[in-house]
Each structure stands twice: as structure tokens, then as C-alpha cells.
């Protein structure tokens, strides 16, 4: 009698254990589901941020390359304007304005300073309202306006250097044709200057051929650095999905040993219920 007492009890608690394995099991479900859930938005956030990463850095690379350009075109201006133009000093190269700009205090409130070299001829109204429309452009910006704003500066100062350049050197050409129409005709002297004008041009070329050659390989190093970084961040992510699966993994293997621990348990003692059942009825 007591050995059926015991299966039945026995028998109460593994249908007890299966009614708390059932509310276990769907509570475990309903919390991966969640988890996916949330994995799934963390996936989409790290996919945005990666995106804004590669656009970030492709912004940077083609930004860097404009900058080199400007540059080379900055270096070539001033190798064409040689000795006979104002020389280059280290204010122009930190972005300085210069003398004609300086003498307008109207500019002093433009800070773009491309725009403050293109109105360095031009009349007081001209300059006011023109920095009255810079103004109204620039007005209350946004973070990412500041932050492009800075960026731009050092392109700004670039093409400001090279204006101011080609600016000098209209003047000194302009001077420079009145001077030779002025002079008494040679054709000895003609003719020297025909050969180092060519020579000026080929030497030119060449300088022009050897930048371009310079500048693309520059570009081809910041892509493949990009790449490289790029490639770098993938297979960061993979082996952290990879560390995540396996952390799964192994929690799914010790949980179905505990539950396989388990059952032989329980099979053990009801075998043994039943063994002692059958002794009692001997």
C-alpha cells in the first residue's frame, strides 16, 4: 500500500515538474523572442553607425583629396608667378588675407575667405551687402553646419591663396605687356623669349604630369586604407557574432544536460518505486 503511495507521489511530482518545465519553457520563449527582438534593433543600429562610419570616411577621403588639389594648384600658381610677383610668405600659407583685403573693414565680418578675396577690388556698397548675405547664410547654424564650416576652412584658405595668386599675376602680366609694347623692337629678344616660353610650358607639363601622378596615388592609398579599416570592423563584428553564438551554444548544451541529468533521476527512482512495489506484493 505504501509503495503505491509513493508511485503516486512520485507521480504527482514529475506531473508538477512537467506543469513548471511548460510555464519554464514558454517564459524561456517569450524571453528569446525578446531578446531577438532587441538583438534585431542592436543589428540595425550597428548597421546605421557603420554606414555613417563608411560615408564618414569616404567624406574625409574625397575632402583630402580636393584639399591636395587645391594645394598643387596653390604651388603651381605660385611657380608660375617666380620672382617678379609678390613673394609668398608665412601669412599667406596660414591664409592671410593681405593688404587690400585688410583695408576693407566691411570684410572683416565675412568669414569665408574665398569671398573676402573676391570682393578685395570691390565698392563699400558691394562689400556690405555682400556680407550682409553671408551673414543671413551663415546665421544660426546647426551642429553638423559648424562642424562642416570647420572643415572647410583650411579649402577656403586654399582657394583664397590661389585667387590671390592669379590675381597678382593678371596685374604683373598686365604691367609686363605694357612694358614690352612700350619697348623698341628686337628680334633676338623675341626669340629668347619664344625659347623660354616653351621651355617654361614643357617644364610645366612635366610638373603638372608628375602632380597628377602624385595625387593619384595619394588617393589610391586613402581608399585602400579605407578599405583596410573597413575590412577590419567586419570581421570585429563577425567574431563577436561568432563569441555570441558560442556563448549560446554552450548554454544550450548545459541546459539540455541538466535536463537530461534530470530525467535519468527521476527514471531511477520510479524504477526503484517499482522495484520496491513488486517486492512488497512477493
Same mark, same amino acid.
Given at each position: 500500500?505504501?509503495?503505491? +503511495?509513493?508511485?503516486?507521489?512520485?507521480?504527482?511530482?514529475?506531473?508538477?515538474?512537467?506543469?513548471?518545465?511548460?510555464?519554464?519553457?514558454?517564459?524561456?520563449?517569450?524571453?528569446?523572442?525578446?531578446?531577438?527582438?532587441?538583438?534585431?534593433?542592436?543589428?540595425?543600429?550597428?548597421?546605421?553607425?557603420?554606414?555613417?562610419?563608411?560615408?564618414?570616411?569616404?567624406?574625409?577621403?574625397?575632402?583630402?583629396?580636393?584639399?591636395?588639389?587645391?594645394?598643387?594648384?596653390?604651388?603651381?600658381?605660385?611657380?608660375?608667378?617666380?620672382?617678379?610677383?609678390?613673394?609668398?610668405?608665412?601669412?599667406?600659407?596660414?591664409?592671410?588675407?593681405?593688404?587690400?583685403? *585688410?583695408?576693407?573693414?566691411?570684410?572683416?565680418?565675412?568669414?569665408?575667405? +574665398?569671398?573676402?578675396?573676391?570682393?578685395?577690388?570691390?565698392?563699400?556698397?558691394?562689400?556690405?551687402?555682400?556680407?550682409?548675405?553671408?551673414?543671413?547664410?551663415?546665421?544660426?547654424?546647426?551642429?553638423?553646419?559648424?562642424?562642416?564650416?570647420?572643415?572647410?576652412?583650411?579649402?577656403?584658405?586654399?582657394?583664397?591663396?590661389?585667387?590671390?595668386?592669379?590675381?597678382?599675376?593678371?596685374?604683373?602680366?598686365?604691367?609686363?605687356?605694357?612694358?614690352?609694347?612700350?619697348?623698341?623692337?628686337?628680334?633676338?629678344?623675341?626669340?629668347?623669349? *619664344?625659347?623660354?616660353?616653351?621651355? *617654361?610650358?614643357?617644364?610645366?607639363?612635366?610638373?603638372?604630369?608628375?602632380?597628377?601622378?602624385?595625387?593619384?596615388?595619394?588617393?589610391?592609398?586613402?581608399?585602400?586604407?579605407?578599405?583596410?579599416?573597413?575590412?577590419?570592423?567586419?570581421?570585429?563584428?563577425?567574431?563577436?557574432?561568432?563569441?555570441?553564438?558560442?556563448?549560446?551554444?554552450?548554454? *544550450?548544451?548545459?541546459?539540455?544536460?541538466?535536463?537530461?541529468?534530470?530525467?535519468?533521476?527521476?527514471?531511477?527512482?520510479?524504477?526503484?518505486?517499482?522495484?520496491?512495489?513488486?517486492?512488497?506484493?512477493?
Amino acid at each position: 500500500m505504501g509503495t503505491v +503511495f509513493e508511485n503516486a507521489a512520485h507521480a504527482q511530482q514529475i506531473q508538477i515538474l512537467q506543469v513548471q518545465k511548460n510555464k519554464l519553457s514558454e517564459q524561456l520563449t517569450s524571453h528569446k523572442a525578446k531578446i531577438t527582438s532587441l538583438e534585431a534593433l542592436v543589428a540595425q543600429a550597428e548597421q546605421r553607425e557603420q554606414q555613417r562610419a563608411q560615408t564618414l570616411l569616404c567624406i574625409n577621403r574625397i575632402w583630402s583629396q580636393l584639399n591636395d588639389d587645391v594645394a598643387t594648384l596653390a604651388e603651381r600658381a605660385a611657380a608660375d608667378a617666380g620672382g617678379d610677383q609678390e613673394p609668398a610668405t608665412d601669412a599667406d600659407d596660414a591664409g592671410d588675407d593681405g593688404p587690400d583685403v *585688410a583695408a576693407h573693414d566691411a570684410l572683416k565680418g565675412i568669414a569665408d575667405p +574665398f569671398l573676402r578675396r573676391l570682393l578685395a577690388a570691390a565698392d563699400e556698397a558691394t562689400v556690405e551687402a555682400a556680407a550682409d548675405d553671408a551673414k543671413a547664410a551663415t546665421d544660426d547654424p546647426s551642429d553638423v553646419e559648424r562642424a562642416l564650416h570647420a572643415r572647410a576652412a583650411a579649402t577656403l584658405a586654399a582657394l583664397s591663396k590661389v585667387l590671390r595668386l592669379l590675381q597678382l599675376r593678371a596685374g604683373y602680366q598686365a604691367s609686363l605687356a605694357a612694358a614690352i609694347a612700350a619697348a623698341p623692337a628686337d628680334a633676338e629678344l623675341k626669340a629668347e623669349n *619664344a625659347r623660354l616660353a616653351a621651355s *617654361a610650358a614643357a617644364a610645366a607639363a612635366r610638373a603638372d604630369a608628375a602632380a597628377a601622378r602624385r595625387l593619384a596615388l595619394e588617393a589610391a592609398l586613402r581608399q585602400a586604407e579605407d578599405r583596410l579599416f573597413e575590412s577590419e570592423e567586419t570581421m570585429k563584428r563577425i567574431k563577436n557574432d561568432l563569441a555570441d553564438r558560442e556563448y549560446e551554444l554552450q548554454a *544550450a548544451q548545459k541546459k539540455a544536460q541538466r535536463a537530461k541529468e534530470e530525467a535519468a533521476r527521476l527514471k531511477q527512482q520510479l524504477a526503484a518505486s517499482g522495484g520496491g512495489g513488486g517486492g512488497g506484493g512477493l
